[in-house]
């Protein structure tokens, strides 16, 4: 579609494509209700070969670089920079977050289809390599903590259940035995 056209406005259409695409994934991502982040979806499930986050760490070394990249906090977000607290509900809303954020990486690298269509090919090649270099170690990251805060998730639960008193009984009023 764009074959015919001097190379600084097909590079500017697509700049001016690319910034349009995820802004519109991010809206779309903030209006989406969080059931359908839920880490149970297929999406966010983990793969055998990550090794409960251990390529990661070990093949990817991400505890290397993954601080020095950016992360997105709206107005009203939610931070992922550091845990604010270990309640259960605190690191549930972490894992959603997660999951919200690989969505919206992912999304944004569907628009590499799109370049595909209306760039030459090799332009659309460099393109969409562009896009997945500037997506891929977020989708990376989202990952890696997953695997992280639903180890501490785990912990959470034993600890808290270790904590629970057995469950009371009622006592019947006037019950023989028992005193008021």
């Not at 149970?40 to 070990?58: L, S, T, V």
Request: one cysteine or more.
């Amino acid at each position: 579609m764009l074959d015919n056209m001097p190379l600084h406005k097909v590079l500017f259409i697509n700049l001016i494509l690319g910034v349009l695409w995820h802004t519109a994934m991010l809206i779309w991502c903030i209006a989406r209700n969080e059931t359908a982040f839920s880490p149970d979806k297929k999406m966010y499930r983990p793969h055998r070969w990550e090794r409960n986050g251990k390529f990661y760490a070990d093949v990817l070394k991400i505890n290397r670089w993954k601080d020095h990249l950016p992360q997105y906090i709206g107005k009203n977000g939610f931070s992922k920079e550091h845990l604010e607290t270990v309640s259960l509900d605190y690191v549930d809303r972490f894992i959603t977050e997660t999951c919200r954020g690989e969505w919206n990486h992912v999304m944004n690298c569907t628009l590499a289809f799109v370049l595909f269509i209306l760039n030459p090919f090799t332009l659309a090649l460099i393109l969409s390599l562009l896009l997945l270099l500037g997506n891929t170690p977020f989708i990376i990251i989202q990952r890696y903590n997953r695997f992280r805060l639903q180890k501490l998730r785990k912990l959470i639960l034993k600890k808290t259940n270790r904590r629970q008193p057995a469950a009371a009984v009622p006592v019947p009023e006037n019950a023989e035995g028992y005193q008021n």
